[in-house]
């Protein structure tokens, strides 16, 4: 079975610029749940998809959103592009519930110039 | 709100001595706990969970963890640290009324000495 894929893995972007991250789940898993890393922050939830519906959201400001599809590939976006929005942005997937383990992708990693 | 403590952001054990990486955490209602393992450059990769059943949990790469209730803990152990083992591990509790939402713990480096 193919593991979480992303895409695309690096990404360097300027201030203010929009940007878009993909990710493909495990087939047959219907939750996608995105976080960013940072070396400060460490790992922080942003948002989790299930069945096309934004289930659970952190606490990240609007211009972080996100979306997932009939096939349940998910994509994430940011718009107006901050300094801060530098890290590694990690998607993973899962059947549905809490108890089930979460499968990571490698990552974008994202850079604000 | 639910939170996740990793005790110790750096940990160095010598090759061949026992690991032990503790986390703890908050919780209102029983938890699931997860260990995953993060490699430089890598996504996470699940180590162990504990959901319901025996407390003792066995994982991959001979590692363990036991969920002690009365003490909130869900500690990470090795009898004997290899150089393979250096890696960032991060503790994981998500909750039944939370959806499919993970706590993270802020990581642990564990540095294997030979």
Not at chain 1, 27 to 33: D, N, Q
Not at chain 1, 34 to 42: A, E, F, M, R
Not at chain 1, 62 to 75: D, L, T, W
Request: contains cysteine.
């Amino acid at each position: 079975k193919a593991g979480v894929t992303q895409t695309p893995r690096y990404l360097i972007k300027t201030r203010g610029q929009q940007v878009t991250l993909s990710c493909s789940p495990i087939s047959g898993h219907r939750s996608v749940s995105w976080y960013q890393q940072t070396p400060g922050q460490g790992l922080q939830f942003l948002f989790e998809y299930f069945s096309e519906t934004q289930r659970n959201k952190g606490n990240f400001p609007g211009r972080f959103s996100g979306r997932q599809f009939s096939n349940s590939r998910s994509e994430m976006n940011v718009s107006t592009l901050e300094l801060g929005d530098s890290a590694l942005y990690l998607c993973a997937s899962s059947l549905a519930s809490a108890a089930d383990t979460q499968y990571f992708g490698p990552g974008t990693r994202l850079t604000v110039l | 709100a639910q939170s996740v403590t990793q005790l110790g952001s750096h940990v160095s054990v010598s090759e061949g001595a026992l690991v032990l990486l503790r986390c703890n955490y908050s919780s209102s209602v029983p938890p699931y706990l997860f260990w995953y393992v993060q490699y430089p450059n890598q996504g996470l990769q699940l180590l162990l969970k504990y959901t319901t059943g025996a407390t003792l949990v066995k994982g991959i790469n001979g590692f363990e963890a036991e969920f002690k209730k009365s003490e909130t803990s869900f500690h990470l152990t090795k009898p004997s640290a290899h150089m393979s083992d250096a890696a960032e591990y991060f503790c994981a509790v998500s909750e039944s009324v939370s959806g499919n939402q993970f706590y993270f713990g802020t990581g642990t480096s564990l540095t294997v000495i030979p």
